[in-house]
């Protein structure tokens, strides 16, 4: 059994920081030595999109992915086996949505990026609200 829980969202000020952290308890999260940690996000009508993934190969990092719209003002980190933390600084409007942490059981390497369709396990997911 696999669960993924979010945490850090809310309400912040354009121009603000947010980190947002997921917790995945399961096999995945030390047994697994291939396997996919990522964090998507979903604005109201449209698809859910990827923000930024990690890719582990025999236990390590192999392939870090920040979408563009993030790149230069976000980091993607993994304090520990199973937490993945997930910084965005300088929001705005566009960044609100709900975000949602993800995890695959495979490596997913044969990808150029990863897609909502490659998780197999996701979290319940956290809202952001970008407003002044």
């Known amino acids: 059994q696999v669960t993924l829980e979010e945490i850090g969202g809310g309400s912040v000020q354009p121009g603000g920081s947010l980190k947002l952290s997921c917790t995945g308890l399961?096999?995945?999260?030390?047994?697994?030595?291939?396997?996919?940690m990522a964090w998507f996000r979903q604005a109201p009508e449209k698809e859910r999109e990827l923000v930024a993934s990690?890719?582990?190969?025999?236990?390590?990092?192999?392939?870090e992915d920040l979408a563009s719209f993030v790149k230069g003002r976000s980091a993607i980190s993994k304090p520990n086996m199973h937490t993945l933390d997930l910084q965005i600084d300088r929001l705005t409007p566009d960044d609100a949505g709900v975000y949602y942490c993800?995890?695959?059981?495979?490596?997913?390497?044969?990808?150029?990026?990863?897609?909502?369709?490659?998780?197999?396990?996701w979290g319940q997911g956290t809202r952001v609200i970008v407003s002044s």
């Open positions: 993800g995890a695959s059981a495979q490596a997913l390497t044969h990808r150029s990026r990863v897609t909502a369709s490659d998780i197999g396990y």
């Open positions: 399961g096999p995945i999260f030390g047994t697994y030595m291939d396997y996919t």
């Open positions: 990690i890719r582990f190969v025999t236990g390590r990092p192999k392939y």
